[in-house]
């Protein structure tokens, strides 16, 4: 979907003349600067091949210092600018929505350094997210953040999108473990916050106004945080449930019973394990038969991944073994296995994390990442499964129908939905029964139109659904004070 596909103009921003290749020659060394029509394919179009930009030009620094020189250019020029992570964002906010120049944080990708004694780790923005995990591994820490793009998101990604992903309920969101960034303004001007202190109260926590600002406010080149003991004992349980009510019952005794060991609990419905099952074409980890790929997957309504991270095996298998026997006597569970190895482990997180990828296994896919309140969050689900069908807009066997099927599945320990309506084309008609339906139906039960995805360039237009009046002015004066050229990510976020 490229910018003429909705109403937007291109801002008055100057175009790229010779003069500023010239002076980006003056900062960077040639391999450093891309101009190659297909070279610049991959930056253009986001992770879902959804959005697609026309940007001439990306830039790949490998200094702070080289981002504010370019950084103090572009806002003198007014040359409109995205910043680019591991460009994994799933609301078209990576790519750049005209010619905007892409400024690729590839380049910035070291660890600076780990206090082991405190478990502060200070690193580049571009460090990507399992690398940086890894590294951890080995001094027996863990990053506070797992998401299923760990493999190729950026941490600066992670941060500037305050990414909350399946470790959550246990390691809270990046508003609380950054203790410290460093940040590139758009006039060039280098805020260095990177403090590595749990406590610092001496005036506004500057930070917290880029953690989840999307590439508007500033880039950020640093990032500080505290990164906690990595547990010794980690369990899996991936369990088949007959209800949603139960889904909840489950999730209301996994937080009771497993309390402090209790560190991820996610929820899929039947449908987005069939998606798993079709593209991973494997077998169902609740699959009694010889069967493979759809045919694996057993008739239960819903399904939850719960993990446990402790100190202790024998302690936590034990407590994980009661809380089995207690859900499955009072039929809140019907069926379950346990993972029994770091391969079983990994097994079953894939039957969660590919969801993502299954979703657009058929050419497309409309997402909605939505805060709800657990008693209403699968309504939404059924409600938009009703409205495609009643619109006759979707089938799974039917392929003149645009939609395939919506799939709800997520973080319900973060009262977080996914909402994934797989498509065979993208469609104005099934957009328009999407949107703003969707919205409307989170605003009615107040809960957020984005939980953990951003805005991007998919929901520019939808905050007033999740903000307040005041609260938008208050975010757009931020915007106008930092970036009075608007030259940072134009048509996105506010
Ligand atoms: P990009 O996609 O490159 O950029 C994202 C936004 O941040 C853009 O607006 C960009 O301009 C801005 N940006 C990037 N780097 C910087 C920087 N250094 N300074 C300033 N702005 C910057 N997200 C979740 O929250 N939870 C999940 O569980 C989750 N699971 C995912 C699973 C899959 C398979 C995929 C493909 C995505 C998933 N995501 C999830 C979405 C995405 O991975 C996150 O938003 C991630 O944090 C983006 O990081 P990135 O480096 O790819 O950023
Ligand atoms: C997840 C990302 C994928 C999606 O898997 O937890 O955040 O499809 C999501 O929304
Ligand atoms: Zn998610």
Request: charged share 25%.
């Amino acid at each position: 979907l490229t910018a003429d596909k909705y109403n937007v103009k291109r801002g008055n921003y100057s175009t790229i003349n010779d003069d500023d290749l010239k002076e980006f020659n003056s900062i960077l060394s040639s391999n450093q600067i891309i101009t190659d029509s297909n070279d610049l394919i991959g930056f253009n179009q986001d992770w879902m091949k959804k959005y697609i930009g026309q940007s001439k030009l990306v830039l790949k620094p490998k200094t702070t210092d080289q981002i504010s020189k370019i950084l103090s250019y572009c806002n003198k020029r007014k040359l409109a600018i995205v910043p680019q992570g591991g460009n994994t964002g799933l609301v078209g906010g990576s790519v750049p929505v005209f010619d905007e120049i892409i400024i690729s944080l590839s380049n910035l990708n070291k660890i600076r350094s780990f206090d082991e004694m405190s478990g502060i780790l200070k690193l580049d923005s571009g460090v990507i997210l399992e690398n940086a995990d890894n590294f951890l591994s080995e001094k027996g820490n863990i990053f506070p953040l797992d998401l299923g793009a760990k493999g190729s998101c950026f941490v600066g990604g992670n941060v500037a999108t305050n990414a909350g992903g399946l470790r959550l309920l246990k390691y809270g969101s990046l508003h609380g473990s950054v203790l410290g960034l460093e940040v590139v303004l758009p006039d060039g001007t280098i805020l260095d916050s990177m403090h590595s202190l749990r406590k610092d109260n001496t005036g506004y926590d500057l930070k917290q106004l880029f953690i989840g600002s999307e590439g508007s406010l500033g880039i950020i080149t640093g990032v500080s945080i505290l990164c906690p003991a990595r547990p010794k004992s980690v369990n899996i349980a991936f369990l088949g449930l007959n209800s949603y009510e139960s889904v909840k019952k489950c999730f209301q005794t996994a937080r009771s019973d497993l309390s402090e060991i209790l560190s991820a609990f996610e929820f899929m419905d039947h449908d987005s394990q069939l998606l798993a099952a079709k593209n991973l074409n494997s077998i169902h980890p609740l699959c009694q038969e010889d069967k493979i790929g759809i045919d694996s997957v057993p008739n239960y309504p819903f399904y939850v991944l719960i993990e446990t991270s402790g100190s202790t095996k024998e302690h936590d298998d034990e407590k994980l073994e009661k809380f089995l026997e207690k859900v499955m006597e009072n039929e809140t569970v019907i069926d379950g296995t346990v993972s029994q190895d770091e391969a079983q482990l990994k097994t079953l997180w894939t039957w969660r994390e590919s969801i993502a990828e299954a979703s657009q296994q058929f050419g497309g896919v409309y997402k909605y990442d939505v805060s709800l309140p657990l008693d209403s969050m699968y309504s939404l689900v059924e409600a938009v499964q009703k409205r495609l069908n009643d619109l006759n807009l979707s089938s799974t066997t039917d392929n003149s129908k645009p939609v395939y099927e919506a799939v709800g599945y997520g973080h319900i320990g973060d009262g977080n939905l996914h909402l994934n309506v797989a498509v065979r084309e993208y469609s104005k008609d099934v957009e328009k029964a999407l949107e703003p339906f969707v919205y409307e139906f989170v605003a009615k039960h107040h809960g957020s139109i984005s939980a953990e995805h951003g805005l991007g360039f998919q929901k520019k237009n939808y905050i007033s659904y999740s903000k307040s009046e005041v609260e938008i002015k208050m975010i757009k004066d931020l915007k106008d004070h930092y970036d009075p050229n608007h030259i940072l990510n134009p048509y996105k976020y506010i």
